[in-house]
């Protein structure tokens, strides 16, 4: 095995248990009934919180490879999008089970009167397709299709933010940042704005002058 490929394996373990420990600490505040007076609520927005940090981070992984012109990130991708269907799953179930108590009626009732459980619902069921769809044998069966079906993350990243904007009554300064986030990263497609975020990057890390020229090596 070539020493690249042990750097990625090892890479990918740490991002792993990395990903995980968010679920440890809501594990052991539950444990230790350190949840707060609503520990129900307190489950739902830990598990959410971090299925959109994780999504955003997903999406942020295109736009690094392009700023740093390094493909290993890439190589981490599939990973941080499963983590974050799975803290959406997990956000889901909380709901459908500890909040809801598995009403049927009382779930369908939020999901066709309520805008903002109406754009999670779909968040989490595109992350599901996602999630399902990741696999090579999927990416193979589904040919063109695949890339079609997974430029879907950019709506389930909007709906996940828009979702926790509604959400909040008081304090907006999280979902606004999230919001901010989501923009630039969209704006980063824009060709435009893509070339001036490369130039500023490629001046910062030394690798054009100001005027614009690469700096020679000797």
């Not at 350190?34 to 489950?43: H, I, R």
């Not at 992984?61 to 599939?78: A, D």
Request: proline residues 3%; positive net charge.
């Amino acid at each position: 095995m070539r020493a690249v490929d042990k750097i990625i394996i090892i890479g990918k373990l740490l991002l792993f248990l990395l990903c995980l420990v968010p679920l440890m600490l809501l594990l052991w505040d539950a444990f230790q009934q350190q949840l707060g007076a609503n520990p129900v609520e307190a489950l739902l927005h830990r598990s959410g919180d971090w299925s959109i940090r994780l999504l955003l981070i997903t999406l942020a992984i295109s736009p690094l490879r392009k700023l740093t012109g390094r493909g290993w990130p890439l190589r981490y991708r599939r990973m941080l999008g499963l983590f974050a269907f799975f803290y959406a799953l997990l956000h889901f179930t909380v709901y459908l089970w500890l909040d809801r108590g598995l009403s049927w009626r009382e779930i369908s009732v939020d999901i066709i009167e309520r805008p903002y459980i109406t754009l999670g619902f779909v968040a989490f069921l595109i992350l599901l397709a996602l999630a399902v769809t990741s696999t090579r044998g999927m990416m193979r069966r589904l040919g063109k299709h695949w890339t079609a079906l997974h430029q879907w993350v950019y709506a389930a990243g909007l709906f996940g933010v828009i979702h926790f904007l509604w959400l909040v009554k008081t304090d907006y300064r999280e979902p606004v940042l999230y919001m901010a986030i989501f923009i630039i990263l969209m704006l980063f497609r824009a060709r435009s704005f893509k070339k001036r975020l490369q130039r500023a990057f490629a001046l910062y890390s030394g690798k054009v002058d100001r005027r614009g020229f690469t700096p020679s090596r000797s």
